[in-house]
Structure formats: C-alpha cells, structure tokens
C-alpha cells in the first residue's frame, strides 16, 4: 500500500538542485552539520540532566543527530530517494 502511494505521488522540484548541485551539496552539508550539532548539544544536555556521570561532550547525541539529519534528508528527497538507507543497486544518476 506504501509503495503504492509513492509510486503515484509526483516528485518534487529541487530547483536549487537541479541548476547548481555542487552549490546545493555545500549548502545542505552546512545545514546538515549545524542541525546536526544543535540536536546533539540538545541530546546531551538531557542525558547529562538525567545521568550526571555521562560528559558532556558525549558520542550519544551525535550519533543521535546524524540519524535525525539522515532521516530528514530522506524525507526532503522523497520519493526518488531510496539510497542513503534502504540498501540496493546503485542506479543511474
């Protein structure tokens, strides 16, 4: 039924993307690396809150961020997206 719906749905116009692409991949790389490190510092200040021995420089919301951003990212592109977590083929680009 998923599948279904995707299949149906028009995919989106990137303008950005598809008149400068290197442009594009600097800017969504910055973008992602800021929301990546706010979700983190945001992470970390809630698992320092509630265990006062964790640091605060911890790997937990890092690796918490870079899932947050990955998921995003997926969602932004969908539904011609299918690479960054689901696994197959490499097709065309």
Known sequence: MKKDLQETRAPRRHTLVDKAPVIAA???AVIG???S???ASFVNRAITSAVPSYPPEGFAG???GA???MLLYKWWFRPEFQGQ???GKPGKG
């Open 33 to 35: 690396w800021v929301a």
């Open 26 to 28: 600097i800017i969504i």
């Open 85 to 87: 977590i689901i696994g």
């Open 67 to 69: 899932v947050v951003i």
């Open 37 to 39: 490190l706010i979700i």
């Open 62 to 64: 890092y690796i918490i």
